[in-house]
């Protein structure tokens, strides 16, 4: 079931006014408007809160602000998934031009690490990401291939927890 919340803001609370069953309703902070909306449908119809689905309203003032950051925080990500993409390409480049592994993560902005694992050609897919603390990482060895005389140790590989079993 699909209602609507329509909020305003009153003296200490959000007054959240639901037209499905024409009664109000109030939150203390926005956090619960969602909760306070269901459960009132809840109690003035008897549906069961899994199933009740709420469309918030906010004051237009209040929404346009937030559309604003919401559409700035969109533009910043794909800023950023361009910015690493153009250091994935980069770094191979800068190795063909004969740059130290050293040098060219002074010139990408990250350590020497980083610089080495851009240049694994295994690693530089997009399907693939470092290890973060929402990601499920697991090891693979690399087969004979050497660097510089140095025998590759393992290589780590991180899948998002939403496609782990259990995760």
């Known amino acids: 079931m699909k209602v609507t919340a329509r909020v305003v803001r009153d003296d200490e609370c959000w007054l959240t006014y639901v037209p499905e069953v024409d009664r109000y309703t109030h939150a203390h902070h926005t956090g619960v408007v969602q909760t306070m909306a269901q459960d009132l ?9 899994e199933r009740i689905e709420v469309a918030i309203e906010w004051p237009e003032e209040l929404a346009a602000p937030v559309r604003e950051f919401e559409r700035l925080q969109v533009e910043a990500e794909r800023a950023r998934n361009r910015a690493a993409q153009a250091q994935r390409d980069q770094a191979p480049s800068l190795q063909e031009q004969g740059v130290p592994l050293r040098d060219s993560g002074a010139l990408l902005h990250v350590s020497l690490q980083r610089v080495h694992q851009l240049l694994q ?37 991180c899948t998002s927890s939403s496609s782990v079993p259990g995760g």
């Open 121 to 157: 050609p295994s690693l530089r897919s997009e399907d693939t990401r470092w290890w973060s603390g929402s990601k499920m990482c697991s090891s693979a060895r690399s087969g004979s291939g050497t660097s510089r005389g140095r025998t590759e140790g393992p290589r780590v590989a």
């Open 41 to 49: 449908v809840q109690v003035m119809l008897g549906e069961r809160l």
